[in-house]
């Protein structure tokens, strides 16, 4: 009898933490959202998504999509375009990205690109490398999944933040959201 008490009260809890961590990390993501960029930081970036062989991934198109938007709405923002080189990649995201955008017509002088990162954070740190001291804010441009995780680690990296949100494709919906919801647990976990 005590035996079957303990698993139904093993169950209960692990169903709360279950549901606790997915409407904690949902409400996180959608109140990260509403940090809406206005133009007020001297630089947006732009973080990386897969690239297959030399062209951006659905998701990395969406992205560019809303900084190239961004950068025509705010001709004084400069974009640095983060992200390096998987091992299925032909070349980084960084550099994919600023192709895309100046075949779009963005001039090559309002591009930083950023093409060794492998991580959220990394992109993040290494960013911060190639501007100018004492910057005290950035735009970040992400997938509107990944933006509450990315506005932890830039204050985690001494940045205020506010964000454009790219949509994410709806072929990846449902994993990318899982997998962030992970992520994003992981982040405040160990702090990366």
């Not at 951006?56 to 961004?70: C, F, G, H, I, V």
Request: aromatic letters at 8%; proline letters at 4%.
């Amino acid at each position: 009898m005590m035996k079957g008490r303990g698993m139904i009260i093993i169950i209960c809890f692990g169903a709360l933490a279950v549901s606790a961590w997915w409407f904690g990390t949902g409400h996180a993501m959608k109140s990260a959202q509403r940090n809406v960029a206005a133009g007020g930081s001297p630089y947006a970036i732009v973080l990386g998504a897969k690239v297959n062989g030399t062209q951006p991934s659905k998701s990395l198109r969406y992205r560019l999509e809303a900084a190239y938007d961004y950068a025509e709405k705010y001709p004084d923002v400069t974009l640095v375009l983060s992200g390096g080189q998987g091992e299925d990649e032909d070349i980084s995201e960084g550099v994919a990205m600023a192709e895309y955008l100046t075949a779009r017509g963005l001039p090559q002088e309002r591009l930083i690109v950023e093409d060794q990162s492998t991580s959220t954070y990394e992109n993040l740190v290494n960013s911060k490398r190639l501007l100018p001291p004492g910057t005290a804010a950035v735009t970040l441009i992400t997938s509107d999944y990944h933006v509450a995780r990315a506005g932890m680690l830039a204050k985690k990296v001494g940045w205020d933040w506010d964000a454009v949100s790219a949509k994410t494709p709806q072929s990846v919906k449902m994993k990318t959201g899982i997998r962030e919801r992970l992520a994003l647990l992981k982040t405040w976990v160990v702090g990366k």
